[in-house]
C-alpha cells in the first residue's frame, strides 16, 4: 500500500473491498491508511462485553444492551469480510453466562435466532461459511435448528469463517478434547500405550482446522480471559479497549489492527534484534574463565 496525499490515492488490492465503502479522507479511511495489508492478522478473536454497562448508563433494561450490541457484530462481520481476514471467533455465550436471570437468557437466545435469520442472506452473498462452537447440544431446540441451518447452509462456502462461541468454556473444551483422545484410543485399543501430545490435543479443539488467533480483542476495559479460547490464545496479542461492545465501531476494529501491527511478535525467540551466537560464545567464554 502506498500511503501519499487524499487526491493522489493507491491502495493495495488486497483492502480494495474495504476502500470502497470508506470515504476518502473520513477518519476511518485515514486509520485504514495506516494498516500494511500484507501482515493483517489471519484470525481475529473478540469478547464483546459491556452490553450491560452500557444499557445501565441509559437507565435502561441490560437486555437493551444486548439488542444495541447487534449492529457491532453485524458491522464487525463486515468490516472483516472486507478486510479479507480469514475468520473471527466471536464470544456470544459462554458455560458461566447461565447463572444470569433466565429473562436476559431467553432475550440473548431471541437475538441470537434473530440474527441469523435475517444475516443468512447476507452471510451467503459474501460468502461467510458459518460455524459455532461450545456445548451446542445444551441450547434450547429452536435454537440449535437455527444454527444447524446456518452452519448447512454456508457449509461449502470459501470465504471468511465466522465462529461464534455460544455455551462456550476454554476449560470444557480442554476436557472435551483429552475425553475424545482416550476415547479414540480405547476404540483402537491403544489406550494401554496412550501419550497425549500437543498436536493431539489441538487437532481435537472445537477450532480444529483454524489458524490460532494472531488478535485477541476485549471490550469494555477489563483485563481478564473469561475462559475464552485458553489454549489457542497461547501467543494471541492482547487489546483492550475502554469502549463498551454496544459503541464499538468500524475504527475501533480497524485501530485495534494498527496497534497489533506495532507489535513485535518473538513467538519466545528473541526476533532479528537478538544476541547472536558470537555474542554467545563470547558471555561462555568469560564464565568460563
Ligand atoms: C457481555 O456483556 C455480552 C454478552 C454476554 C452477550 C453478547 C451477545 C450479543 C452482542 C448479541 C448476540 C450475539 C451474536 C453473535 C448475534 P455483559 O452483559 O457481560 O456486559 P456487562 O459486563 O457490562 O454487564
Same mark, same amino acid.
Given at each position: 500500500m502506498v500511503r501519499c496525499p487524499i487526491d493522489r490515492v493507491y491502495h493495495s488490492s488486497l483492502m480494495q473491498d474495504l476502500f470502497e465503502v470508506l470515504k476518502p479522507g473520513s477518519a476511518d479511511w485515514v486509520v485504514a491508511n495506516s494498516i500494511d495489508p500484507t501482515r493483517l492478522p489471519a484470525h481475529i478473536a473478540i469478547i464483546m462485553d459491556g452490553n450491560g454497562r452500557w444499557a445501565r448508563r441509559r437507565n435502561l433494561p441490560r437486555v437493551a444492551g444486548h439488542k444495541a450490541g447487534m449492529d457491532p457484530v453485524r458491522n464487525t462481520v463486515e468490516t472483516c469480510t472486507r478486510l479479507g481476514i480469514q475468520a473471527l471467533t466471536l464470544y456470544a455465550f459462554s458455560a458461566e453466562n447461565w447463572k444470569r436471570p433466565r429473562a436476559e437468557v431467553d432475550m440473548l437466545w431471541r437475538l441470537l435466532r434473530m440474527y441469523l435469520s435475517r444475516e443468512l442472506p447476507d452471510l451467503l452473498r459474501n460468502g461467510i461459511r458459518f460455524t459455532c462452537m461450545g456445548r451446542v447440544d445444551q441450547l434450547p431446540a429452536p435454537v440449535r435448528r437455527e444454527l444447524e441451518n446456518a452452519i448447512e447452509a454456508t457449509a461449502h462456502n470459501s470465504g471468511m469463517r465466522l465462529n461464534v462461541a455460544i455455551n462456550y468454556s476454554g476449560r470444557a473444551e480442554l476436557v472435551d478434547a483429552v475425553n475424545a483422545i482416550v476415547e479414540d484410543a480405547r476404540l483402537e485399543g491403544r489406550l494401554r500405550d496412550l501419550r497425549i501430545d500437543e498436536q493431539a490435543i489441538a487437532s481435537r479443539l472445537y477450532t480444529a482446522g483454524l489458524p490460532d488467533p494472531d488478535l485477541l480483542i476485549r471490550t469494555s476495559g477489563e483485563m481478564r480471559i473469561s475462559n475464552f479460547l485458553l489454549w489457542q &490464545? #497461547?501467543? #494471541?496479542?492482547? +487489546? %483492550?479497549?475502554?469502549?463498551?461492545?454496544? @459503541?464499538?465501531?468500524?475504527?475501533?476494529?480497524?485501530? /485495534? &489492527?494498527? @496497534? +497489533?501491527?506495532?507489535?513485535?511478535?518473538?513467538?519466545? $525467540?528473541?526476533?532479528? /534484534?537478538? /544476541?547472536? @551466537?558470537?555474542?554467545?560464545?563470547? %558471555?561462555?567464554? $568469560?564464565? /568460563?574463565?
Open positions: &490464545i #497461547a501467543y #494471541a496479542e492482547l +487489546y %483492550v479497549t475502554e469502549t463498551l461492545w454496544p @459503541d464499538f465501531r468500524r475504527a475501533d476494529l480497524l485501530h /485495534a &489492527i494498527v @496497534d +497489533y501491527q506495532k507489535r513485535d511478535r518473538r513467538f519466545g $525467540s528473541l526476533g532479528p /534484534a537478538g /544476541a547472536t @551466537d558470537n555474542e554467545w560464545v563470547e %558471555v561462555a567464554g $568469560s564464565l /568460563a574463565r
